[in-house]
T-cell receptor, first 117, second 116 residues
């Protein structure tokens, strides 16, 4: 079946512009995570959604970042007034349920490579 | 804060040599997960260890979880060029105070390159 789908795969934007990144999780997966990966770095947690519940936004680096998840499925990560330090690969992952505690691993999408010029 | 540290950051080996990466957590973990990211790819789940002292094998890969559940290792025997990539360990940490949601905290990974 289809895996986690992210779009666009690449995005180049000018500093100060807003961007929207989309994630379509695996059907039936209730848990959805956004992570950010800078060059040569590990994965930085951004935000967590579980079903239709209010998200945990504790990892968002600033108030320029926001995310929503419609109908417990597709998620959109929005970055307003982009800065050069926002340049990174943004990865979305889903799991059947709260995979981090149960034997339900995270399935990652291919990511969106964001470049802010 | 909650940290997961990995060493080494990079490892270059000749094909056929063994490889080990080590993972240490600042806190006791309920489980530890390992992921592999090929160059240009996304992280792919390899395995989860849950029990203290647990050892699991996948062909040439051997995973260990420490007795104190704060450290782990991945050992690859007789590396092949297909083993190239970055290996991440990750452990769950609670989100917020007293909440029931968790995130995976990833180490920075070990980049393995193999010379054929």
């Amino acid at each position: 079946g289809a895996g986690v789908s992210q779009s666009p795969s690449n995005k180049v934007t000018e500093k100060g512009k807003d961007v929207e990144l989309r994630c379509d999780p695996i059907s039936g997966h209730t848990a959805l995570y956004w992570y950010r990966q800078s060059l040569g770095q590990g994965l930085e947690f951004l935000i967590y959604f579980q079903g239709n519940s209010a998200p945990d936004k504790s990892g968002l680096p600033s108030d320029r970042f926001s995310a929503e998840r419609t109908g417990g499925s597709v998620s959109t990560l929005t970055i307003q007034r982009t800065q050069q330090e926002d340049s990174a690969v943004y990865l979305c992952a889903s799991s059947v349920r709260d995979g981090v505690l149960h034997n339900s691993p995270l399935h990652f999408g291919n990511g969106t490579r964001l470049t802010v010029t | 804060g909650q940290q997961v540290m990995q060493i080494p950051q990079y490892q270059h080996v000749q094909e056929g040599e063994d490889f080990t990466t080590y993972c240490n957590s600042s806190t006791t973990l309920s489980n530890i997960q390992w992921y592999k990211q090929r160059p240009g790819g996304h992280p792919v789940f390899l395995i989860q260890l849950v029990k203290s002292g647990e050892v699991k094998k996948q062909k040439r890969l051997t995973f260990q979880f420490g007795e104190a559940k704060k450290n782990s290792s991945l050992h690859i025997t007789a590396t092949q060029t297909t083993d190239v990539g970055t290996y991440f360990c990750a452990g769950p940490h609670r989100l917020g105070s007293g909440g029931s949601n968790y995130k995976l905290t990833f180490g920075k990974g070990t980049l393995l390159t193999v010379n054929p």
